[in-house]
């Protein structure tokens, strides 16, 4: 069998296609379609006489994840599946892009940005994952039209809290751990504490969730209001702005709850067996990994979501270690949000927590610990298809701890010679050399010193912390 490899450089209504061979060598000179129904015949009928041309020969075909663009194209391949003898794959541009630096490629063209993603497909085949059938596509939609319903929430709470600190400031006191339903409903009747203070506190007092202490407050705050904006224009569009953001919550309520009842993966359930996941979580991390098959271990999840700690150590500086925070941030803000569920409800992560706590780390690194501990486990769930068990995680640290005592010394990379006196090194690197002979010839258990401390094992001592 003769593979060939087929890249699609997709752009707003039109893409450029490219196939090569295993030699990275044109199989036929680049071509351009419309993203129509003309232009995915003719794409059918290309691809229909190419493998006519070369029987017994497998098309693997990739298009780069472009915001949505690429959908039309991707699921046409998808549907080609049924006729033609072709593989289909959605690439990370991310690796697409260092390949093509690696490659010293000069120019950048849609036509060269094609036979990039092909080329791509012939060098890492063990990264590209081909799929049948894209079981998320609905699902995925739907996510992502919730997501953009919430962004827009959000921007008309921002523009609401401006408007509200010039016409009825003393209301945001209730606002400070986010807007509650009920004060929203009060702007919608009373845009103002121009109108507020003239209200009756039976009135009032109708509102779900204001009581007729409550009313009576907030009637007597706005009589003392110290508001600068009393005019009819921005009382209408507080008015506007409050109904608007009822509308888009019980939007996205509605839509929650509907995407909850129609999902039917089986990995919903396992996901929330850990105590902090729910339900729009777990569909969450359900569509950002898609299949745990797509990566090897552990460490390769964590690299996709950017939550893997990097470090630099070159000549004589030493980097600190931090997170990656590389690739999309929509899974890291789903796992953020999860492991602040999990810190209050999951006793494992929280007694995690609590000893980086204890030993004095900063709230945020110990975030990000819980983050990677919570993925590595989330991992081996779907992988090994069990719901979460602390016990498991308990007895992996043990089993790791006991592995890491019994390990044999590492061969450092100075075996074939020692450090040099004479070597023309840097001040730094020869006050680095110092260090390291004085800790070495010291044997005063006083100071807790009974053998040598190679510097290189710093690093090495840090990273299973994290």
């Known amino acids: 069998m003769k593979p060939f490899y087929l890249g699609i450089d997709v752009s707003k209504g039109y893409s450029d296609f490219m196939i090569v061979n295993a030699k990275k060598q044109p199989a036929i000179q680049g071509f351009q379609l419309d993203d129509t129904f003309d232009g995915h015949r003719c794409l059918y009928n290309i691809l229909s006489r190419f493998l006519a041309d070369h029987s017994e020969s497998t098309l693997f075909a990739a298009v780069e994840s472009t915001g949505g663009y690429e959908d039309n194209w991707y699921n046409s391949l998808i549907q080609f599946q049924g006729s033609l003898n072709i593989q289909t794959a959605r690439l990370n541009p991310y690796g697409v892009a260092h390949n093509s630096k690696a490659d010293?490629?000069?120019?950048?063209?849609?036509?060269?940005?094609?036979?990039?993603?092909?080329?791509?497909?012939?060098?890492?085949?063990?990264?590209?994952?081909?799929?049948?059938?894209?079981?998320?596509?609905?699902?995925?939609?739907?996510?992502?039209?919730?997501?953009?319903?919430?962004?827009?929430?959000?921007?008309?709470?921002?523009?609401?809290?401006?408007?509200?600190?010039?016409?009825?400031?003393?209301?945001?006191?209730?606002?400070?751990?986010?807007?509650?339903?009920?004060?929203?409903?009060?702007?919608?009747?009373?845009?103002?504490?121009?109108?507020?203070?003239?209200?009756?506190?039976?009135?009032?007092?109708?509102?779900?969730?204001?009581?007729?202490?409550?009313?009576?407050?907030?009637?007597?705050?706005?009589?003392?209001?110290?508001?600068?904006?009393?005019?009819?224009?921005?009382?209408?569009?507080?008015?506007?702005?409050?109904?608007?953001?009822?509308?888009?919550?019980?939007?996205?309520?509605?839509?929650?709850?509907?995407?909850?009842?129609?999902?039917?993966?089986?990995?919903?359930?396992?996901?929330?067996?850990?105590?902090?996941?729910?339900?729009?979580?777990?569909?969450?991390?359900?569509?950002?990994?898609?299949?745990?098959?797509?990566?090897?271990?552990?460490?390769?999840?964590?690299?996709?979501?950017?939550?893997?700690?990097?470090?630099?150590?070159?000549?004589?500086?030493?980097?600190?270690?931090?997170?990656?925070?590389?690739?999309?941030?929509?899974?890291?803000?789903?796992?953020?949000?999860?492991?602040?569920?999990?810190?209050?409800?999951?006793?494992?992560?929280k007694q995690i927590y609590e000893e980086h706590q204890k030993q004095g780390k900063h709230n945020m690194a110990i975030m990000g610990i819980c983050m990677h501990k919570i993925l590595r486990i989330v991992y081996g769930m779907l992988k090994h298809n069990k719901p979460f068990n602390p016990q498991i995680d308990i007895a992996n640290r043990q089993r790791s701890a006991q592995t890491k005592n019994e390990r044999p010394e590492n061969v450092t990379d100075r075996r074939f010679q020692d450090y040099d006196a004479e070597a023309p090194v840097t001040g730094r690197q020869r006050k680095k050399r110092l260090e390291r002979d004085r800790s070495n010839s010291v044997t005063d258990t006083k100071f807790g010193i009974t053998a040598t401390v190679p510097l290189g094992n710093i690093i090495t001592d840090i990273l299973p912390q994290l």
């Not at 600068?228 to 409050?242: E, F, H, L, N, R």
């Open 104 to 349: 010293l490629k000069k120019n950048t063209t849609d036509k060269i940005s094609a036979q990039s993603i092909a080329e791509y497909l012939v060098a890492h085949p063990e990264k590209v994952v081909y799929q049948k059938d894209d079981q998320h596509a609905g699902l995925r939609k739907q996510w992502g039209f919730i997501k953009m319903l919430n962004k827009q929430c959000t921007q008309f709470l921002n523009q609401l809290n401006t408007l509200l600190y010039t016409a009825s400031p003393e209301l945001l006191h209730y606002c400070q751990n986010g807007m509650p339903d009920w004060v929203l409903k009060l702007l919608v009747k009373y845009p103002g504490a121009a109108k507020l203070k003239k209200a009756r506190v039976k009135t009032v007092a109708k509102i779900p969730y204001v009581s007729q202490k409550r009313a009576q407050q907030v009637i007597a705050e706005a009589k003392r209001s110290v508001a600068s904006t009393t005019d009819p224009v921005t009382q209408q569009i507080i008015m506007a702005t409050a109904r608007q953001i009822l509308h888009l919550k019980k939007t996205i309520a509605d839509q929650t709850k509907q995407m909850i009842e129609q999902c039917r993966l089986p990995e919903i359930k396992l996901l929330k067996s850990f105590p902090g996941i729910s339900d729009s979580s777990a569909i969450g991390l359900a569509i950002e990994i898609q299949t745990v098959k797509r990566f090897a271990e552990a460490k390769k999840l964590a690299s996709f979501f950017g939550v893997h700690p990097v470090y630099k150590v070159s000549g004589d500086g030493i980097g600190g270690i931090k997170m990656s925070k590389q690739g999309r941030k929509d899974p890291r803000q789903i796992l953020y949000m999860i492991t602040l569920s999990a810190i209050q409800h999951n006793p494992l992560i």
